[in-house]
């Protein structure tokens, strides 16, 4: 099956600081990326569409200037935190499906944000 | 978003027995649907789908129901093995994109 994987997986840093997190599709090529948020006991949210060569899309209510998406490539997007703060701190996880494989998603690992 | 970070309504079960995890899901327009197992500190894992053509969908061990008048899906576990203790989410995805919306999630747990 269709693998995707995240790093890291667990980060810690300080308030004010940022943050990047990636997600790699390891056996297929991606033109469209999710990113979600997960705070404990709580649902998966979908925060943006991450768009290989163009602009990501953001949910109603995402600061796309805090959470700043990079589709560098088919195989990478990645996920930047700026200015953290301790509110941020959430379990961010991505998902992406092969190409002419229908509309199932796959899923990285997650990365668990911890902001001091 | 068209999902709501509410708690997560617990289920428990004896081993052996059935499980039953229900979800109601938002939008009228969603026309797939997909069962997600998530264990503690891990990406969501596939279970089974279910596009709205249908109203049942069976794989191993498992069972998707969809209602599309009142807009609810179930996830049909048969002999709950303690394996199978994880929460459970319900997505629902429409025709105009890839995006996946979450409902609120059941966390299960097998009594051995």
């Known amino acids: 099956g269709a693998v995707v994987s995240q790093h890291p997986s667990r980060v810690i840093c300080k308030s004010g600081t940022s943050v990047k997190i990636e997600c790699r599709s390891l056996d297929f090529q991606a033109t469209t990326m999710f990113w979600y948020r997960q705070f404990p006991k709580q649902s998966l949210m979908l925060m943006a569409t991450?768009?290989?060569?163009?602009?990501?899309?953001?949910e109603q209510g995402v600061e796309k200037d805090k959470f700043l998406i990079n589709h560098a490539s088919l195989t990478l997007s990645t996920l930047t935190v700026t200015s953290a703060h301790p509110e941020d701190s959430s379990f961010y996880i991505c998902?992406?499906?092969?190409?002419?494989?229908?509309?199932?998603?796959?899923f990285g690992p997650g990365t668990r944000l911890t902001v001091t | 978003g068209e999902s709501v970070g509410l708690h997560l309504p617990t289920l428990s079960v004896q081993e052996g027995d059935n499980s039953i995890i229900n979800c109601a899901y938002s939008?009228?327009?969603?026309?797939?649907f997909i069962w997600y197992k998530q264990e503690s500190g891990k990406g969501p894992q596939f279970i089974i789908d279910?596009?709205?053509?249908?109203d049942k969908r069976q794989g191993q061990r498992v069972t998707v129901l969809l209602n599309k008048t009142v807009k609810h899906l179930s996830l049909q576990i048969a002999a709950t093995q303690p394996g199978d203790s994880a929460v459970y989410f319900c997505?629902?995805?429409?025709?105009?994109?890839?995006?996946?919306?979450f409902g609120t999630g059941t966390s299960l747990t097998v009594i051995p």
């Open positions: 991450s768009n290989e060569g163009s602009k990501a899309t953001y």
């Open positions: 998902s992406a499906g092969p190409p002419g494989q229908g509309r199932e998603q796959y």
């Open positions: 939008n009228s327009a969603s026309d797939y």
């Open positions: 997505a629902e995805n429409s025709n105009t994109g890839n995006q996946f919306y």
């Open positions: 279910i596009r709205s053509n249908m």
